[in-house]
């Protein structure tokens, strides 16, 4: 997504689902995942006669609610939306104009999208050629149109590609940058969106600055340290700059070196220790290898509210600590919804027992290893102060430092405004009213200074860039092959002083590209550009002439830098369907893939997957649980809810298989592993797949290993971990492991 | 009127267990059996209006999802005692799901970690803070040295306030390895 218009994000929110005129929901259950932002959609449906459309593998508790629903075979979305757009184009119900000012690179979607006709589709997708014309028909005529999806599009070998194919639908609706319509993410933890700003992630510092020297040399600096002191921390220099393992396969990273693991790029030495806080890694994929990984660590430390159950599952005998830490109404701090605002969440108690916050642990740590200093020097610079409070101070020191996704204007001061007053904002457009006028609610980023309102719709020029309004970022260059990349005329967001497109705002460009003079002194202070202009003249000066400090440009629906130019089908690497392997096959191996050698056509080639593995297998989640699931497994009320892990077969499939409602029955992965558990007879699945729930773990390949929790601390309900049976495969781009569209065999217990 | 109440709070009973029989004895009415003895006494007309006097409401935000539900948790002398949806939250308006209703009862669950501990010899061992910090900086320490800090995983959260996330990659940074991530990487 970021790289077809600048960010990766929700564009609109869930409030603002309720001016939508349509609804269409790829890999995406909100009735369960989400059942109060759910509510904003069913007020869409009552309010506007909003046709809800749901493309899921299974007929979900969403799907019950749709008024078409598309029982699509997983990991063929792109072949279904490229369906769509075919017909879309056919029949001239693209948006020309907006294509025309705002998207490069749709003529080679156009190309593509005419392979694909209706009766391509249906073979690919197993959907109906009448029902994909029927649901385009519905989506495609209704403006605007709104596109949700979660994890059911993200989980694949070509998840990158999936979360390209949507927004260009979008593109080619001119669904984008308008009230009711966007590309809405659902995002999974209460936090995933703020986490991911913050990015715990192994290929960016925080705000997306990425790991260039530039990057680093900024935040040595906004934190207050010495560039080569923190150069020297690492490795190598080079080290810096290299991307590190991601969560799906930091056990490879434990594991090379032993015969059949892939090999790894990690500094000349395998992973030894690992450092867990708040993170339930046995909902992740292929946990036979965390399990291995786990056992042959040196080190294991795991902060948590509740039993982790990395530790029930591993066999280390030594040297694995289980700290208890605080829950999040234990401390304080700001958490930012799906929709980019954020909110300031309060304490409520004192931490119980022994516990303690993830900040205290991190602080005591630091002193330990001597850089306590270091690391907290960032929040006492603002205000040249001798000692810090916390969190406020934390809050402060990132909206000083991250331009990026404009967070200057989260400061705690006003999010806690936010907060008291959080009964003065508009149900539909979040619209403060009263002493909250002019602000929308949680100021959705990007907030661009301490007076901004936020940005409640990504890409909207109907309103001035004051008031969140604002075109497609300027991050992909000026021209390519030939094509100017900046907006059309005449597409510059409301009172903008320059009526175009025009590049990202630099202290070289601005006199030019604004229109104004700078005096000496605020020549003297501004930043190098807008990413790193730490005395916020640009935001400033941007504010005044009406215009995005990011540019306004054009969306891409060619990304010249990813494998696969434009989005393109490719069956996952254990496919059902052999025959259309070789038409459409995965990638070739990729090395050094965060460290690590992964393997793509080499699996997918290995043998016919579909023979010993017919069922296809995917995953997902229970209204009453969460995440990995210990949380609420740890409550008694929604424990008894789903006491016991299922899986949920098609009565005909069971049939075959003499498998009774009830009956136990085994789950055999193409990685050579197996779950045993209860099956439950259900018409939501096809009679070609199963599915099983995400939540479970303490017990491991039919073994129960309750033995393992320390005394007292075990759940009201344990079962075997999904994760177990789920299939090797990681998208080309991010890692993100395929968990939705692999392969399985299933026989009685 | 809370000063008796808290009078009440102070006597020989904990204040959970009197708290549990207040709310017993008024749900049924304070029969002679409950008032007679020393244990218990009848609720006050106050307690019978307000089971919690003197409590607090804590505007908050649920952990579950990342709609971002509105709280309103009741807290009496530093206890989290109930817990009420915001009807004025404007984004959800008044609702909560299983989960975030039960928001409550994880943070009070009776399995929770509740000390540090470790594993030795296979065994669980409860262990101080200040042994475990100690214990675990040192192995840092030497692996550090030894292999290089990129021999080190470090796994954050999205269950992280944003603080705390932005927080924990600087720690990996500082600590001197990009070997970082969190459940969500689109």
Not at chain 1, 534 to 554: F, L
Not at chain 2, 163 to 176: D, L, N, S
Request: glycine share 8%; aromatic share 10%; proline share 4%.
């Amino acid at each position: 997504m970021a790289n077809t218009w600048g960010y990766g994000a929700m564009t609109n929110s869930l409030n603002d689902i309720q001016n939508a005129k349509a609804i269409i929901i790829f890999g995406a259950n909100p009735a369960v995942n989400h059942p109060v932002g759910f509510r904003h959609l069913l007020v869409a449906k009552e309010r506007n006669n909003a046709q809800i459309i749901v493309v899921d593998p299974r007929f979900t508790r969403t799907a019950a609610h749709a008024d078409l629903y598309a029982q699509i075979r997983p990991g063929t979305d792109i072949a279904f939306m490229y369906g769509m757009l075919n017909i879309i184009f056919k029949n001239g119900w693209e948006n020309k104009e907006f294509i025309n000012d705002r998207v490069y690179g749709m003529d080679d979607i156009r190309k593509e999208a005419a392979k694909w006709t209706p009766e391509r589709v249906s073979d690919v997708t197993g959907v109906s050629t009448q029902k994909l014309i029927q649901i385009t028909n519905a989506y495609a005529r209704q403006t605007p149109g709104t596109l949700l999806w979660a994890m059911g599009l993200t989980q694949h070998t070509i998840g990158s590609s999936n979360t390209r194919i949507a927004p260009i639908l979008q593109l080619a609706l001119g669904n984008m940058g308008v009230e009711g319509g966007g590309c809405n993410i659902l995002r999974g933890h209460d936090n995933v969106q703020g986490a991911t700003d913050m990015c715990c992630l192994s290929h960016t510092l925080p705000g997306y600055y990425g790991l260039s020297d530039g990057s680093w040399k900024y935040f040595a600096k906004s934190w207050g340290v010495d560039y080569n002191w923190l150069k020297g921390r690492f490795k190598a220099k080079e080290w810096m700059n290299k991307k590190g393992f991601t969560l799906a396969r930091w056990y490879a990273g434990v594991l090379a070196g032993k015969a059949g693991e892939d090999k790894i790029h990690n500094a000349g030495t395998n992973l030894k220790a690992l450092v867990v806080l708040g993170n339930g890694i046995t909902s992740i994929d292929q946990q036979a290898k965390v399990k291995e990984a786990l056992d042959n660590l040196e080190l294991i430390v795991i902060a948590d509210p509740f039993v982790n159950e990395a530790v029930v599952l591993t066999d280390k005998k030594d040297d694995v600590f289980l700290l208890p830490a605080a829950s999040q109404f234990e401390t304080s701090g700001c958490v930012t919804a799906t929709n980019r605002s954020a909110q300031w969440r309060s304490q409520v108690i004192e931490p119980l027992y022994e516990s303690k916050t993830d900040q205290d642990l991190m602080f005591e740590l630091a002193k330990r290893l001597g850089f306590y200093k270091e690391f907290t020097k960032g929040m006492l610079m603002k205000e040249n102060k001798k000692s810090f409070k916390w969190p406020e101070d934390a809050t402060d020191e990132f909206a000083r430092i991250i331009k990026t996704i404009g967070f200057t204007g989260w400061t705690s001061k006003r999010l806690k405004n936010h907060q008291k007053n959080w009964d003065k904002f508009d149900h539909v457009s979040l619209m403060g009213y009263g002493p909250m006028k002019g602000e929308y609610y949680g100021l959705p980023w990007p907030c661009w200074t301490e007076t901004h309102s936020g940005s409640p719709v990504l890409y909207d020029i109907n309103r001035s860039v004051k008031e969140g309004g604002m075109g497609f970022r300027n991050r992909f260059g000026l021209m390519h092959d030939g094509v100017d990349l900046l907006a059309g005329k005449g597409s510059a967001p409301k009172d903008s002083a320059n009526p175009d497109g025009y590049p990202e705002i630099t202290a070289k460009n601005i006199e030019k590209v604004l229109g104004i003079t700078l005096s000496a002194s605020e020549k003297k202070r501004i930043g190098k550009n807008w990413k790193v202009d730490t005395s916020n003249i640009i935001a400033q000066k941007c504010m005044e002439r009406g215009m995005a400090p990011y540019g306004n440009a054009k969306a891409r629906a060619n990304v010249w830098t990813f494998p696969d130019r434009i989005p393109m089908h490719r069956e996952p690497l254990h496919s059902p369907r052999q025959d259309l392997v070789k038409e459409y096959p995965t990638y070739k191996d990729k090395p050094n893939h965060y460290r690590v050698d992964t393997r793509y056509a080499s699996e997918q080639d290995k043998e016919d997957w579909s023979k010993k593995f017919p069922i296809n297998l995917i995953t997902g989640r229970l209204v009453n649980m969460n995440g990995a699931g210990v949380e609420t497994r740890s409550s008694k009320y929604l424990a008894k809810l789903s006491p016991e892990m299922f899986c949920d077969i098609n009565p005909g499939l069971a049939a075959n298989h003499d498998i009774k409602n009830g009956d136990m029955m085994w789950i055999h992965s193409p990685s050579d592993t197996k779950i045993k558990v209860k099956a439950r007879f259900t018409y939501s699945v096809a009679e070609d797949r199963v599915f099983l729930p995400m939540h479970f773990a303490g017990y491991f390949q039919g073994e129960d290993r309750s033995a393992h929790y320390p005394k007292g601390h075990k759940p009201y309900a344990v079962g075997e971990s999904a994760n177990t049976v789920t299939n090797y495969g990681y998208d080309i781009v991010t890692q993100l492991p395929e968990t939705k569209g692999g392969l399985c065999r299933i026989e009685k217990a | 009127m809370q000063n008796t109440t808290q009078k009440a709070l102070s006597t020989r009973i904990g204040r959970r267990s009197f708290l549990k029989m207040a709310a017993v004895a008024s749900a049924f009415g304070a029969t002679s059996a409950f008032a007679s003895g020393n244990v218990t006494r009848a609720a006050t007309k106050e307690e019978v209006k307000n089971p919690f006097p003197g409590s607090k409401l804590v505007k908050t935000i649920c952990t579950s999802c990342s709609v971002g539900c509105g709280v309103i948790a009741e807290v009496q002398n530093g206890v989290w005692v109930r817990q009420e949806v915001a009807q004025d939250h404007p984004v959800s308006l008044g609702g909560h799901c299983c989960k975030g209703a039960d928001m409550i009862d994880m943070v009070r669950s009776e399995i929770r970690n509740k000390h540090p501990m470790v594993k030795e010899n296979g065994e669980w061992k409860r262990i101080s803070w200040d042994s475990a910090l100690d214990r675990i900086s040192k192995k840092l320490e030497d692996l550090r040295k030894t292999s290089g800090p990129d021999s080190t995983m470090f796994l954050g959260s999205a269950k992280f306030n944003n603080e705390q996330a932005y927080y924990f990659r600087k720690f990996a940074a500082m600590y001197g390895t990009n070997n970082i991530d969190h459940q969500a990487r689109i």
